[in-house]
Nanobody
Framework: QVQLVESGGGLVQAGGSLRLSCAAS????????MGWFRQAPGKEREFVAT????????YSADSVKGRFTISRDNAKNTVYLQMNSLKPEDTAVYYC????????????????WGQGTQVTVSS
């Protein structure tokens, strides 16, 4: 059972930046591809970005491409989401998740989830 704990959310003005972190309890963190998803009020959970086990491959949703960067540090059992040029439409609860697949862009492909961290972008 992998436990995931997100941090780094908060309130930021449009155009600002935040870096989210997700710490995993599992020593075999590098066995999992990792992903970030978000869910805004009244909307379905949507894919944001994913990274392979080694960190060598990443993929991001078109809505965040060029603004958000996913990375990981397997020595620290942590995955990050650097968010730049934030927009009000980025406001959501952000979740990290772990999957045994190579990478995943669909929520049901993920096996473990964190509790989420709120990101609010003011205009």
């Amino acid at each position: 059972q992998v436990q995931l704990v997100e941090s780094g959310g908060g309130l930021v003005q449009a155009g600002g930046s935040l870096r989210l972190s997700c710490a995993a309890s599992e020593r075999t963190f590098s066995d999992y591809a990792m992903g970030w998803f978000r869910q805004a009020p009244g909307k379905e959970r949507e894919f944001v970005a994913t990274i392979s086990r080694s960190g060598g491959n990443t993929y991001s949703a078109d809505s965040v491409k060029g603004r958000f960067t996913i990375s990981r540090d397997n020595a620290k059992n942590t995955v990050y989401l650097q968010m730049n040029s934030l927009k009000p439409e980025d406001t959501a609860v952000y979740y990290c998740a772990a999957t045994f697949l190579y990478v995943g862009t669909i929520a049901h492909e993920y096996d473990y989830w964190g509790q989420g961290t709120q990101v609010t972008v003011s205009s």
